[in-house]
């Protein structure tokens, strides 16, 4: 079965130098039926402007995966890591035990990124910080794993959870297998999955599928979440 949700039926908030939509409640959107996805809690597309970001804060027990689409993203922590991710990069934080971190925008253009919070297996976990440059050319027939919690990934989460990405040419199907329950994301382009028509920006919940077929109407960008 599934589910689509546009990107104009998204939960919106504008702070000026935040742009952001919400796939779930997330602050001051609040809906009782768009809680989470099994271990998957939060996904935000944001749009933040430039020379701007968020300041230092902290989080704990949350996996939080950043996946730039333009521009780039500067992440400073009080583990005293310190990086930049492009569009088309991951960066992952596990914020265990406790972190505080920032986010700055530090280019001269808006940068548009999604963040993505999973729930962990394992609590109490020591803080760390990784990021992971990724092919930028389009993918063929599969997509590409960006993170998981097996090992088999260059970014690890404490999770049995599973994320692809890649850039589809017009005209290319991919076929992904599905482990537990999915969340597709639409970067950009437009995407047909099972009979689905997703432009940019829209989600599409996936359950009791072991695979989908994505097809690529127009050149195309993708990620594929699979959480438990």
């Given at each position: 079965?599934?589910?689509?949700?546009?990107?104009?039926?998204?939960?919106?908030?504008?702070?000026?130098?935040?742009?952001?939509?919400?796939?779930?409640?997330f602050?001051?959107?609040?809906?009782?039926?768009?809680?989470?996805?099994?271990?998957?809690r939060?996904?935000n597309?944001?749009?933040?402007?430039?020379?701007?970001?968020?300041?230092?804060?902290?989080h704990?027990?949350?996996?939080?995966?950043?996946?730039?689409?333009?521009?780039?993203?500067?992440?400073?922590?009080?583990?005293g890591n310190?990086g930049?991710?492009?569009?088309?990069?991951?960066?992952?934080?596990?914020?265990?035990?406790?972190?505080?971190?920032?986010?700055?925008?530090?280019e001269?253009?808006?940068?548009?990124?999604?963040?993505?919070?999973?729930?962990?297996?394992?609590?109490?976990?020591?803080?760390?910080?990784?990021s992971?440059?990724?092919?930028?050319?389009?993918?063929?027939?599969?997509?590409?794993l960006l993170?998981?919690?097996?090992?088999?990934a260059?970014?690890?989460?404490?999770?049995?959870?599973?994320?692809?990405?890649?850039?589809l040419?017009?005209?290319?199907?991919?076929?992904?297998?599905?482990?537990?329950?999915?969340?597709?994301?639409?970067?950009?382009?437009?995407?047909?999955?099972?009979?689905?028509?997703?432009?940019?920006?829209?989600?599409?919940?996936?359950?009791?599928?072991?695979?989908?077929?994505?097809?690529?109407?127009?050149?195309s960008?993708?990620?594929?979440?699979?959480?438990p």
């Open positions: 079965m599934i589910t689509h949700y546009p990107y104009s039926s998204l939960g919106h908030a504008n702070h000026g130098w935040l742009d952001a939509k919400h796939h779930f409640s602050a001051s959107y609040y809906n009782p039926k768009r809680m989470n996805l099994g271990a998957l939060v996904i597309d944001d749009i933040i402007q430039a020379g701007k970001g968020f300041d230092t804060h902290p704990k027990d949350m996996e939080i995966i950043t996946y730039v689409r333009e521009g780039a993203i500067t992440h400073r922590d009080s583990n310190e930049r991710t492009e569009a088309g990069d991951v960066q992952v934080m596990s914020a265990g035990t406790g972190i505080f971190h920032s986010e700055f925008n530090v001269n253009v808006d940068t548009n990124l999604f963040q993505i919070w999973i729930e962990p297996n394992q609590l109490q976990v020591e803080p760390r910080w990784d992971h440059v990724f092919p930028k050319d389009n993918v063929d027939g599969g997509l590409t993170v998981s919690g097996d090992g088999q260059p970014l690890h989460i404490h999770q049995d959870a599973f994320i692809y990405a890649g850039k040419k017009a005209g290319t199907i991919a076929k992904q297998a599905i482990q537990h329950q999915a969340y597709v994301l639409v970067s950009e382009g437009t995407l047909q999955i099972e009979g689905n028509t997703a432009q940019k920006g829209d989600g599409l919940e996936v359950r009791q599928l072991d695979e989908i077929s994505i097809e690529a109407i127009e050149d960008e993708v990620l594929v979440i699979d959480v």
